[in-house]
């Protein structure tokens, strides 16, 4: 006894030090909800730049803002205070609403260096034929409704260069303008686009830009009291499913605490024996997600909210102990000879089934692995080395013989149900094998925690606005700006192509506002020394209703040009075309890459193979379609979910065989909890729900938690009834369990709710058809 | 340039347009034509613009066709020297020339605004509409008629001096501009075969 009492001192001990450890641990842990739990730990290039995107492309750092209610002018007007209130404020790179704010800055850009900018010119354009040609264009374009613009510039630019700049500029659809300001096409909402200059996976900063527009909302609203401000984006995203997210957990956790909480206090009627058996699920809490911050450095949202749910798992251990044990000190150390190896087989195949988690690329599915490994050991274990010595001798909690007889006569009867039972499950079967192919959603956007509503607000934004959503993208990339500037200039002349022959609507390109220096030099050798100019213009201009001395103006610009120093990135600042610069030239460490993204043909996807053969033999160029991208990366994940899962259950079936050395006996074993998964698999393809990886994990907790319940229904020799305490201790056990993941099921967190649904219903299953398969003893009730 | 420049110019040019056929009668008064010119619903014509631009040594040339339906719809087709779309529905100017397609609000370009809806009033016998923003002066008669609108607004006036349009009986023949810098541009209109 002494000895015993001895070991137990020293087990609270090291059980102490191990609770101040993990919460120093978790003091400096970093929590994050954002995609990162999504994405692969060793990428391809391809999704290499797809995870770059993610966090800090172009896309990553819109805003899209719309304004609802009032009327036209009032929401115009709100528009335009909104964007002057930001325009003013650093964190936002640019704040665009129609207004033509940068409009002076960007023309003089544009047309001071047009003859470095203009993809027209060449050598032949400066010919005495281009020159014809090109003027003739011109003066086509004088008796258009178009006139009027190029008329007061022709003297100085008859060949045009600044028309077909613009062009190029405005090659996006914009939205309309009414009042002056951006609206959609239905008229009935203003619309603003903003660009943070923070990436968007910084996700403290998005919220303060977007409280900082919701402030320049307030502000200017007094007015209108009847406008709305609604406000889309991947940052916003993220910061909603932040909020989301942590109001879930925290709310869950709260409630499912307090619903087993109350569960057990009906059970135990005794304070101490709730506070006792909450041990074990903190320590297994606080272990968990010690153990993902140092694996990992960060702990995602998502398995804080896993984590809450296996609070009802976790409790389980300590039901065992309190319920099986319930008489004496005596009694305990008689559980611990009886039926720990019990429990301790069943927490061996959860760790068996959970360890293959552990090995997925997909890091948001290996946090869940280990925190559930170290949850259940740690619970497990202070369950079994520390719990008991902290009893007080005279613990007891309530009798629950009376439940437990009960459940005895019902599991006597229980195999009545034999057939149904074996009805159901052929028919669970037929459903699984006829819907095999729909069983599995392997849309990444299935992952989302962004609510649906949020999702179509986004989708009518973006349509409104014509917003770029960044689908297709060609990756250039070198070893400095210049030779990426190169190859993106020799991508575009391949893209245009593309775009004569109808394959693309349009594509953007860094080059096209800063030219590489090698183009530039070209470029302005392409134009003759003045002389020489001036003898191919008079020859030009035969035939045509123009005199030449029109166009001195022309012959001054042209020789300012070849001389003119060169562009370089900073000449751009304070125009429009900077913030598209810096969108689309990364700098990444020794790497530089450019991005050009393509405009598909309204209504049609791009072809990817037209594309790769045109940009065939490219080095350093990639394109990539980001959506077929993340779907493939997400049907990886879930293909190797699946196998991984399998590997899982392999390794239980080993683990089971290496135990009991009897192949019919693992059978009898695992065969209930098969059932049990398989019938749940149907139901939910029943109610419509297409299962993503989340299921696959609530599945795996099935197999886990109901192991636990086949392992006590299996006996050796089937004459020794199962002890009626043993089935009250199984019956409290999952209905926590229940409690704990029935609650998720209401979660409107896509991946919290799918484990839920599919987590609940399974433990109850598996434990049903445990007691139903479970072979009949011989002998009536024994006693307790 | 900026973009939002170009388009009013541009729409500015649609000024250019006009026309159309209509009516019956030589009135003497400016309220017997309107009355006349408010009768036809719609009509289709050719026409031929000739622009005269100071820094041309000729007139540029170019002709398409025309299609007016009242009381909002005005659609200017060019098929020569280039295929160019112009479209006035209600507020919303559609213009189009090759691939590119611009769509823009009148009410946003009042200047352009004022002398659009004074042509198509003129097309609609939208009497009111018009003096909103031009004085008005008839001259002939029924038979040959001219109308000769002078801008109020000074928005307008900026940009165009003065809009002759000539007619016989109903219908309108030439819409000659003349722009406030001195340039100038004719359009002829030949009736095509009514769509009513």
Redesign the interface.
Known sequence: MTHTRRHGITAIVLWLIFLLACAGIISRTHFTTDLSAFLPRSPTPEQQLLMDQLRDGLASRLILVGIEGADAPARAELSKQIAQRLRANPAFASVNNGE?VD??R??AYLFDHRYLLSPAVTPERFSEAGLHAALGDS???????????V?S???RDPTGE?VLL??Q??SGA?P?????AWASRDGARALMLMQTRASGSDTDAQQRAMTAIQQAFDQAAGASASARLVMTGPGVFSVTSRDTIKRQVTRLSIISLTLISTLLLLVYRSFSALGLGLLPVISGALAGIAAVSLGFGEVHGITLGFGTALIGEAVDYSIYLFVQSEQNRADRQNWLKRHWPTIRLGVLTSIAGFASLLLSGFPGLAQLGLYAIAGLVAAATVTRFVLPSLLPANFRIHDVSAIGLTLSRWVKRADALRWPALLVLAAACIIVVVNRDSLWNDKIAALSPVSQADVELDARLRADMGAPDVRYLVVVSGANRESVLRTSERVSAQLQTLVEQGELAGFESPSRYLPSTVMQRARQASLPDRPELETRLAQAVQGL???AE?FTPFLDDAATARRQPLLQAADLQQTSMAMAVDALLIQQKQQWRALLPLTAPEGVDINADHLRTALDGMPDVLFVDMKAESDRLYSGYLKEAIGLSLGGLVAIIALLLLVFRSPVRVLRIVAPLAAAVITVTAGLSLLGQQMIILHLVGLLLVVAVGSNYALFFDRPEPHTPILPRILASMLFASLTTVAGFGLLAFSNVSILQAMGVTVAPGVILALMYSAIFARQSAAGPSNV | MTRSAYLRLAALAVLTLFLSPTVQAAPLSIAQLMANLAKNPQGAASFTEKKFISILEQPVESSGELLFIAPARLEKRTLNPRPETMVLDGDTLTLERGRRKHVLQLKDYPEVAGMIESIRATLAGDRKALERVYHLALDGDSERWTLVLTPLDAKVGKVIARIRMAGVKDVVRSVEILQADGDSSLMTIEKLASPQ
């Open positions: 033509p409009a002076e960007d023309r003066i086509d374009l004088l008796a258009s409704p178009a006139g009027l613009l008329k510039i022709l003297p600044m613009l062009d500029l405005d914009q309309n303008l009414i009042e002056g209703p123009v005199r029109l």
